[in-house]
């Protein structure tokens, strides 16, 4: 009964949602693909890229979470050469920044959880182990891969101070579905600690470690950056400020530091790239009440003259932000200086480049924590102090690197998560 009336209430959530997703297809021109997708369906040209070998499922839902499994998809793609990944999205930006990856087989969107969507999803590819990158706990998906005795791994997990009450307001209807995952690698030990409060099996929870710090720490070769330089239409001797997914009203506030950086004649070029394309149009309308020349990324051709001191990159395309941040001289990352609880802060730190961040850091917290003792980056609780930080690393390049390193310092000493997870996949493969 249960079951049936979660059923019936995501069936009218998704008759609501429906109409959204055609209307998008019909006014960006999107395939009707993903559609057919989120309701179970899989084409049969997608699926002969996998037919015949042993598949293994990743799901993550957004930007973030793909960002976060790739050093586990490198490591899949080492170990098991003969399997077929399978990487699934539930956001169109997610989507496409993991087809730009590379690392899978098959890129999907992830089907609705209704019970008979799930069970089609899963006859078509037959998946030898499912695994869920941080927290996305669906009741269908665990049913009918427990059914069916496929492994469900929780890899990267995590109770963010928003989401951990919500999900304990239902600790008593999520704990027969917690007990349906074969095991759970936690980010933390807070995080651990609250999926044993939430009743998880306590012999199946794990403090793992956080992936994020698997990334290879390396800086960018120099004819990387110079052929990046040359993508983005960017003299090799301007310095690049890359803010990497803004969200709204921070443009604004980026906008007035950059002004003020200008007026005191630090000569640099400012690249801004929204969390969300679709709303290039509203950060359109920023750059012109302050008066600067932009370009948008789609309009750069081989032919479009160099950025000059003072003008904006305006990026509306998916898939580039680490290309960006390895073009930047300093990195700012977005969704921290208004509440949405930031952004990763390792990929510039995996690039031995000086990041700043705003006070709204919580969904990333205990990174931002360990970054600044490190000394490997900056939190400013104002648009002043950020307006202090960017002239001073402008200033100071030699405080840049140092800043780089020590984050790259950081990685190494808290690298391992990827291996501690494959030993369980290794153990559910064989089981």
């Not at 994020?212 to 110079?226: I, N, Q, T």
């Not at 980026?254 to 400012?270: D, G, N, S």
């Not at 032919?303 to 073009?327: H, M, N, S, W």
Request: glycine share 8%; hydrophobic share 45%.
């Amino acid at each position: 009964m249960l079951f049936l009336l979660y059923d019936l209430f995501i069936t009218l959530t998704a008759a609501l949602w429906l109409p959204v997703l055609l209307l998008r297809c019909l006014v960006r021109g999107r395939p009707r693909a993903g559609l057919l997708e989120r309701m179970g369906g899989i084409a049969p040209n997608k699926l002969a890229r996998v037919a015949g070998r042993q598949v293994i499922w990743i799901h993550a839902v957004s930007v973030g979470e793909t960002r976060a499994a790739v050093p586990l998809l490198q490591a899949l793609r080492a170990e098991f050469p003969a399997s077929a990944l399978v990487l699934t999205n539930t956001t169109e930006t997610g989507h496409g920044v993991a087809a730009n990856l590379g690392l899978a087989d098959l890129c999907l969107y992830f089907p609705f959880d209704f019970s008979w969507a799930i069970r089609r999803y899963l006859r078509s590819l037959d998946p030898a182990l499912i695994l869920v990158i941080e927290t996305e706990i669906w009741p269908n998906l665990t049913r009918q891969a427990r059914q069916r005795g496929i492994p469900l791994l929780l890899v990267n997990g995590r109770l963010s101070d928003r989401s951990f009450p919500r999900y304990h307001r239902l600790k008593r209807l999520l704990q027969p579905i917690l007990r349906r995952f074969s095991h759970f690698c936690m980010q933390s030990q807070l995080d651990t600690e609250r999926m044993l409060a939430l009743g998880a099996p306590a012999e199946r929870v794990e403090h793992t470690g956080n992936l994020k710090f698997d990334y290879p720490a390396h800086p960018p070769a120099p004819e990387r950056v110079r052929e990046l330089q040359q993508r983005y239409r960017i003299a090799a001797d301007v310095p690049v400020w890359v803010a990497g997914s803004t969200h709204k009203g921070e443009e604004m506030l980026l906008a007035r530091v950059f002004r003020r950086l200008l007026l005191a004649e630090r000569q640099l070029v400012l690249v801004l790239v929204p969390r969300h394309p679709e709303r290039c149009g509203e950060v359109e309308e920023v750059l012109r009440r302050y008066g600067f020349p932009y370009r948008r990324r789609s309009t750069l051709t081989a032919d479009t003259p160099q950025f000059a001191p003072g003008e904006v990159l305006l990026v509306d395309t998916i898939g580039e932000l680490t290309d960006l941040y390895a073009a930047a001289d300093l990195i700012f990352v977005g969704g921290s200086l208004v509440p949405v609880g930031g952004h990763n802060l390792l990929e510039p730190a995996a690039l031995q480049k000086p990041g700043l961040w705003g006070p709204h850091m919580h969904n990333f917290r205990d990174i931002s924590r360990l970054l600044q003792q490190q000394g490997g980056g900056r939190q400013v609780a104002q648009v002043d102090e950020l307006y202090d930080a960017v002239r001073e690393l402008l200033d100071r390049p030699e405080e840049g690197r140092r800043m780089g390193a020590a984050a790259a310092e950081l990685l190494s000493l808290h690298a391992g998560a990827t291996e501690r997870v494959m030993g369980h996949i290794r153990q559910l493969l064989q089981s």
